[in-house]
C-alpha cells in the first residue's frame, strides 16, 4: 500500500505570494492533519481535516488554511507569505479520527522555502 | 495543556553500543505516546506508540520504549546502536483524540564507528 504522498516536495516563493500544497493520505485514510517544522519552533500542529471538515486548529494566524476534497486528499494553502513561514510542512494520515487509538502516519514533506 | 521535554539535544554513541533518549511529558488523563525518527530531509517514520496495556513496548528496528507513569516518562532504548540508526528522534504525545500530537524538541543522534 503507498504511503502519504505530498506534492511538490520542495517549493521557493517570495514574500507577499500565495502557496499551495498538497497532500494525498493512505488508501482508505480520511482524516488528514497539517505540521510546520522549523528549527525554531519544532513540530507545530496546524489542523486536521476528516469528511471535508476542519476539526482542530492549532494557533497559527488565518494566512493558514486548508480543504479535504471528498476523495480524502488535502490541500493546504498560505496567503501573503513571510520569511518565517519558510519550513519543512509535514502531512499525516490516519484511518478514522476517533478519540482513540488512532496512529498518525507521515509522508515526506514539501520544504518551503520564502525568499 | 499537554507539552513533552526531551532534554538532550544531541547524543553521541558508538557503534554497538546501547542507546536511551529520555522523554518526559505532561499530560492529566493517560497519554498516547509515540516514538518517531526522521532521517536528513525526510518525514517521520513511526518507530514504537504505547496507548494501554504492558508498559514496555517494542517496536521496529530494534527498539523498545517503557511508560513509567510515576516518572511521566516515556524513555527509548535500544540494545546495540548501527550506524544507520544515525538520524533525529522525536517524542510525541496525543490528546484525547491520538490524531493531534505534541512534539518534543528532538534528539539528533550521532553513531560513530
Known amino acids: 500500500k503507498a504511503g502519504v504522498t505530498q506534492t511538490p516536495r520542495y517549493l521557493i516563493k517570495t514574500r507577499g505570494q500565495q502557496v499551495t500544497l498538497s497532500c494525498s493520505p493512505i488508501?482508505?485514510?480520511?482524516?488528514v492533519s497539517w505540521y510546520q517544522q522549523t528549527p525554531g519552533q519544532g513540530l507545530q500542529f496546524l489542523f486536521e481535516y476528516f469528511s471535508e471538515t476542519q476539526r482542530n486548529k492549532g494557533n497559527f494566524p488565518g494566512r493558514f488554511s486548508g480543504r479535504q476534497f471528498s476523495n480524502s486528499r488535502s490541500e493546504m494553502n498560505v496567503s501573503t507569505l513571510e520569511l518565517g513561514d519558510s519550513a519543512l510542512y509535514l502531512c499525516?494520515?490516519?484511518?478514522?479520527?476517533?478519540?482513540?487509538?488512532?496512529?498518525?502516519?507521515f509522508g515526506p514533506g514539501t520544504r518551503l522555502l520564502v525568499l | 495543556a499537554q507539552s513533552v521535554t526531551q532534554p538532550d539535544i544531541h547524543i553521541t554513541v558508538s557503534e554497538g553500543a546501547s542507546l536511551e533518549l529520555r522523554c518526559n511529558y505532561s499530560?492529566?488523563?493517560?497519554?498516547?505516546l509515540f516514538w518517531y525518527v526522521q532521517s536528513p530531509g525526510q518525514g517521520l517514520q513511526l518507530l514504537l506508540k504505547?496507548?494501554?496495556?504492558?508498559?514496555l513496548v517494542q517496536g521496529i528496528k530494534g527498539f523498545e520504549a517503557e511508560f513509567k507513569r510515576s516518572q511521566s516518562s516515556f524513555n527509548l532504548r535500544k540494545p546495540s546502536v548501527h550506524w544507520s540508526d544515525a538520524a533525529e528522534y522525536f517524542c510525541a504525545v496525543g490528546s484525547g483524540s491520538a490524531r493531534q500530537l505534541t512534539f518534543g524538541s528532538g534528539t539528533q543522534l550521532t553513531v560513530l564507528p
Open positions: 488508501s482508505g485514510h480520511r482524516s
Open positions: 504505547y496507548f494501554s496495556g504492558d508498559t
Open positions: 499530560y492529566g488523563a493517560t497519554p498516547y
Open positions: 499525516a494520515s490516519s484511518l478514522l479520527p476517533s478519540g482513540g487509538e488512532e496512529t498518525q502516519y
